[in-house]
Every structure is written in structure tokens, then in C-alpha cells.
T-cell receptor
Framework: NAGVTQTPKFRILKIGQSMTLQCTQD?????MYWYRQDPGMGLKLIYY???????DKGEVPNGYNVSRSTTEDFPLRLELAAPSQTSVYFC?????????????FGPGTRLTVT | AQSVSQHNHHVILSEAASLELGCNYSYGGTVNLFWYVQYPGQHLQLLLK??????LVKGIKGFEAEFIKSKFSFNLRKPSVQWSDTAEYFC?????????????FGQGTELSVKP
């Protein structure tokens, strides 16, 4: 299993541009998550999904959109990039919420908006 | 609102020193607790987790953590650190029965181990 994969690894955007961060998992996990990591702030949840066709907002959803058309994929969309969205973005997945399972993280995407 | 607090932002130790990183959370109900580690340039990896049972849990690479319910704490310990333990450590909490399994992360503690 490849686990959780993310593309691209790095990206520089100009203010106002849009882009999609890709996330794919091959573990048949039903739950998927998007976090952003900023220095000294830990990880903040942007959006999450409990299954195909179902998404919900996390702590910091403004400026982002997601979709979950398949179990495997959970892309994150930035429509109008702003400097405040400069961050490292991590995708994660888990199999279920009870019974002792943890989240598995992807390698991250480092995004700079200038 | 639930929150997680890690007391130390940056800890510097010499090799073979003992380590204890503090983690406190605010939530009155059942919780699942995690410590993740992020080595430089890498993604988060699970060190250990607590769901139920023995409050002293052992993880990988000689790490352990103790859940003290009365203190809302889940401190991470290691008796003797190595240079390779240099990394950022994150405590995370998931409220029991939390729809969607969302984790709340602490701010992280950067550990630097001098050889």
C-alpha cells in the first residue's frame, strides 16, 4: 500500500490564482481530513469527510472547498489564493472513529502565496 | 470548546537526558489521546495512543505516555533521548463518540537533542 499520497509537494501561487491539492488513499478508509500546519500553531482542521459524497467544515474552512466523489480521493480547492493561505497542507485518513484507530498522514504540500 | 495545550514550545536536551513533554486537554468526557512525531521534512507519524485500559501506554522508539484523568493530562516521556529524536512532537485529542473522528492538536513542541 502507498498509504496517503499528496500532490504536488511544493507550489507557488500568485494572489488570486486558484489550484487544487490532490489527496488519495489506498487503504479503503472511509474518513478523510485536510489540515493546515503553521509554525507554532499545530495543525488546524480545514475540512473532513466521513464517506463518499459527505463533507463537513472543520475549524478553518474559509477560502477552501472540498469534494469527495470516491472513497479514495479528497481534493482540496483554493479558489482565490491569499497570502494567509501560505502554509503546509496535510491530508489524512482513518478507517473508523471508534475502536482505537488513528489517522494516517500524507507527506504534505508546501504552498506559498505571493 | 475543546482545546489541547502543550507546555513547552522548544526543548533542548543533551543525549542520554530524560524527556518529559507536557500535554493537557480540556474536555470532560471520554477521550482518545495521541502523540504524533514529525521528523524534519517529513509527515506526521504516530508515536503512541491511548483509548482505554492501562493508563500507561508504550509506543515506538522507547517512548511512553501516562494518562492521568484527574489532571486531564497525557505527558510523553522517554528515559534517555538520542540525537535521532530531534523532531516536533504533537499531542492530539479526539472526543469519544466525536462524529467524524476529528482530532484537536496542540501547538507542538520542538525537541532538539545535542550530540
Amino acid at each position: 500500500n502507498a498509504g496517503v499520497t499528496q500532490t504536488p509537494k511544493f507550489r507557488i501561487l500568485k494572489i488570486g490564482q486558484s489550484m487544487t491539492l490532490q489527496c488519495t488513499q489506498d487503504m479503503n478508509h472511509n474518513y478523510m481530513y485536510w489540515y493546515r500546519q503553521d509554525p507554532g500553531m499545530g495543525l488546524k482542521l480545514i475540512y473532513y469527510s466521513v464517506g463518499a459524497g459527505i463533507t463537513d467544515k472543520g475549524e478553518v474552512p474559509n477560502g477552501y472547498n472540498v469534494s469527495r466523489s470516491t472513497t479514495e480521493d479528497f481534493p482540496l480547492r483554493l479558489e482565490l489564493a491569499a497570502p494567509s493561505q501560505t502554509s503546509v497542507y496535510f491530508c489524512a485518513s482513518s478507517y473508523r472513529t471508534s475502536g482505537g484507530t488513528e489517522q494516517y498522514f500524507g507527506p504534505g504540500t508546501r504552498l506559498t502565496v505571493t | 470548546a475543546q482545546s489541547v495545550s502543550q507546555h513547552n514550545h522548544h526543548v533542548i536536551l543533551s543525549e542520554a537526558a530524560s524527556l518529559e513533554l507536557g500535554c493537557n486537554y480540556s474536555y470532560g468526557g471520554t477521550v482518545n489521546l495521541f502523540w504524533y512525531v514529525q521528523y524534519p521534512g517529513q509527515h506526521l507519524q504516530l508515536l503512541l495512543k491511548y483509548f482505554s485500559g492501562d493508563p500507561l501506554v508504550k509506543g515506538i522508539k522507547g517512548f511512553e505516555a501516562e494518562f492521568i484523568k484527574s489532571k486531564f493530562s497525557f505527558n510523553l516521556r522517554k528515559p534517555s533521548v538520542q540525537w535521532s529524536d530531534t523532531a516536533e512532537y504533537f499531542c492530539a485529542v479526539r472526543a469519544g463518540g466525536n462524529q467524524g473522528g476529528k482530532l484537536i492538536f496542540g501547538q507542538g513542541t520542538e525537541l532538539s537533542v545535542k550530540p
